[in-house]
C-alpha cells in the first residue's frame, strides 16, 4: 500500500502510514536486499500513524477515565468541544474524516466519566473493528486506563 500524502503538501504524510510503508516510499528500507532486513526506527522519529494512534489512544481514554463524575454544565460542553476540535486537527487525515464521520453519528457523551469513557471505548472499538482487531471489554475501561487490573498486576 502506498504511503498516504497530505492534503496541503503533495509529500507522503508520515503520521498517515506505518513505519515500514513510509521507509519504503522513500526507497530506505533494506527489504528488498538479498538478507531481507526489516527497516528499524529509531526513538527519536517523528511519530508514525500507529505509534500517534497508541499515544492518542492513551492520552483521550485516561482523560476520560479521569473526568468528573458529575460534570458541571461548562465542563460536559468544553469536553463536547474538545472531540470535535480533536477531530479536525489530528495529524492522519484519513483517521480524521472517518473519525468526525464517527462522532457525528455519535456524538460525544459527556454528561458524566463513565458515559464519556464507555461512548470513547466504543468509538475506539469501531476503529478496531475497521482494522479488523480485537474488540475491547469497554466494561474494564477504568481498570485499563485508572485503577489497573483487579488481579494486582498493575499495583
Ligand atoms: C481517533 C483515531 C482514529 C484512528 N483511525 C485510524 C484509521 O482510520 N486507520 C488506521 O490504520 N489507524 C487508525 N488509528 C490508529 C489505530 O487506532 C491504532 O492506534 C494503531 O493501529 C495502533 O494499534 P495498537 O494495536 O497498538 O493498539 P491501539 O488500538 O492503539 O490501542 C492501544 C491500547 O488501548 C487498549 N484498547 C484497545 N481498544 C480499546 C477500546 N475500545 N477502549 C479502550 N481501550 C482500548 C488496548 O489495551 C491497546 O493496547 C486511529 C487512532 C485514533 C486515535
Not at 468544553?78 to 476540535?85: A, G, L, V
Not at 454528561?111 to 466494561?139: I, M, Y
Request: with cysteine; charged share 30%; proline share 8%.
Amino acid at each position: 500500500m502506498p504511503a498516504h500524502r497530505s492534503e496541503d503538501e503533495d509529500k507522503p504524510c508520515r503520521a498517515c502510514s506505518d513505519f515500514k510503508t513510509w521507509a519504503k516510499s522513500q526507497n530506505k528500507t533494506t527489504l528488498n536486499t538479498p538478507n531481507k532486513v526489516a527497516p528499524v526506527k529509531p526513538a527519536d522519529c517523528p511519530l508514525d500513524k500507529d505509534d500517534l494512534g497508541r499515544s492518542t489512544w492513551g492520552f483521550l481514554h485516561s482523560m476520560a477515565s479521569y473526568y468528573p463524575d458529575k460534570p458541571t454544565r461548562r465542563q460536559a460542553e468544553d469536553m463536547s468541544k474538545f472531540f470535535n476540535i480533536f477531530s479536525q486537527f489530528y495529524p492522519c487525515e484519513p483517521c480524521a474524516l472517518d473519525f468526525q464521520e464517527d462522532i457525528k453519528k455519535h456524538p460525544p457523551k459527556t454528561d458524566s466519566r463513565d458515559h464519556l469513557a464507555q461512548w470513547l471505548c466504543e468509538r475506539h472499538n469501531t476503529v478496531n473493528r475497521k482494522l479488523g482487531k480485537p474488540l475491547f471489554d469497554c466494561s474494564k475501561i477504568h481498570e485499563r486506563w485508572r485503577d489497573g487490573w483487579k488481579d494486582g498486576s498493575c499495583d
